[in-house]
């Protein structure tokens, strides 16, 4: 059976990817923690019993304890999930993100070359490295330009997957992934905090109780969501490129003789290396998180509109989001302690290619994927 190692197991991405292998494929999940007091396995709960899934400790700032792992298992895929994924605090710990995100990769690519050079290795990359855009859509040519320590990470990450690949035949891809989302999404992220206020805020109406508004930064801010789940499947595409662009068997003879079954001298990852792509993952639709507020307080029934309060000497200026109809309660204020040090402003990426080559596209569009996120949020209170 062929073994899966993720990284992130526990987050968004690990968890949609873990539920995605177990549907499509009959692999060997090792879902990658570690050792915490507390861990957190709400995103996990359906398929950890699953015997398919085995949970392994390791850290991804432990070169040590990555290489025993990977010596141990000998994973077909390393899917590296694992990162420190909030922009928001990368100024706060910039060297804890360096070594988690940076770091975490080299040492991933050094433990598969040294331990299981057939190991395929998945990168996760981010538009966050596209920082103050020179153009759009963004594509995969775009220069790296980024805003926040974040940003910077993963472009560096994305430099040594490139230099391993090329320097030793791995099979290692950085996927670039605009902002996705999903049920499973963290609370710390414009999107979860949104639905979440949103249906605190519904249900305290229904009640007839007050409530405190949702507090938020850069309104204006425009970003390019898709759904998490529809991600996973473009990552896996990117993983066996092979099976979804039959271009490639025609370019590598060395694919076609595995094939049928010859022998080859090494093995066929060594060769698929030499004409894998990277890719961009994305929606192609860009929305500012104004209009976010918007749609998840419609799919609750409540109308709202922006304003700014006269009456608020703390706050003069700063805009809110009221209720339309009767009391006219603040919705939303802006608090500028979640305006961060360097923003990007806008962000839309261009998929076209991996749709064209691959197959891929994404299933649940902008609107669907409020609707999704509100209603989940509603079912849990
Ligand atoms: O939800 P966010 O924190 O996501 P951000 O910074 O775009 O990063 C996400 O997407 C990246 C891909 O582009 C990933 F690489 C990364 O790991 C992560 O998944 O913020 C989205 C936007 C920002 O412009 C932010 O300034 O929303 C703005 N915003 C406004 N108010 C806020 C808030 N963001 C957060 N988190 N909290 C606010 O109150």
Known sequence: MK???????????????????LKNTTYAIYGMLRRSANPNFTNVKSIVSNPRVKLVYADLTDSISLDRLIQEIQPDYFINFGANSFVGCSWDMPVQVFETNTLGVLYGLEAIRKNCPSCRYYSAGSSEEFGNVDYSPQDIQHPIKPRSPYGASKGAARMLVKVYRESYNLYAVHGLLF??????RGEEFVTRKITKGVVRIAKAISNSEKFEPIELGNLDAKRDWSDSEDF????WRMLNQELFNPEINEKIPEVRARDHGILLPKPVEFYLAQCLKEYVLSSGETHTVREFVERAFAEVGIEGLWAYPV???????????????GSRETLVKVNPKFYRPAEVELLVGDSTPIRKELGWKPKTTFSELVKKMVSHDLSLS
């Open 3 to 21: 073994k899966v190692l993720i990284s992130g197991f526990l987050g968004q991405d690990g968890a949609n990817m873990a539920e995605f292998l």
């Open 179 to 184: 902002n996705h989302e999903g049920t499973k």
């Open 232 to 235: 996973v499947e473009g990552v």
């Open 311 to 325: 009456n608020d000497p703390n706050n003069p200026t700063k805009e809110t989001f009221v209720a339309a109809y």
